[in-house]
């Protein structure tokens, strides 16, 4: 299984990207879908959760995502997306996507990342 994240790049502060993960290979089914993130010298730390069945989450440890971002995913095409409106210089990170997959010949589900895909927000 392998996970492609796309969608990153350079932006002014009040700006919007959307990314996009999208999941390919020996996949029957994909449970919960998301969105971290990993600024310069910080931890990764989650951002967004979305359940095979719509219910998103999105962490209260980064305070001001709500209301911002927009996690969502298109079932039919494996894909996550990350809307991301109003970006602030904060939001600078590398964003990686992950999805908990269930594959055609493994019998319990496996959490797959993507590679990562950079967004700077310029001030």
């Known amino acids: 299984v392998q996970l492609q994240a796309s969608g990153g790049g350079v932006v002014q502060a009040g700006g919007s990207l959307r990314l996009s993960c999208a999941a390919s290979?020996?996949?029957?089914?994909?449970?919960?879908m998301g969105w971290h993130r990993q600024a310069p010298g910080k931890e990764r730390e989650l951002v967004a959760v979305i359940t095979s069945g719509g219910t998103t989450t999105y962490t209260d440890s980064v305070k001001s995502v709500k209301g911002r971002f927009t996690v969502s995913r298109d079932n039919a095409k494996n894909t996550v997306y990350l809307q991301m409106n109003n970006l602030e210089p904060e939001d600078t990170a590398v964003y990686y996507c992950?999805?908990?997959?269930?594959?055609?010949?493994?019998?319990?589900?496996?959490?797959?990342w993507g590679q990562g895909t950079q967004v700077t927000v310029s001030s």
């Open positions: 992950y999805a908990v997959v269930r594959g055609l010949r493994v019998a319990f589900p496996v959490q797959y």
């Open positions: 290979g020996s996949i029957f089914s994909i449970d919960a």
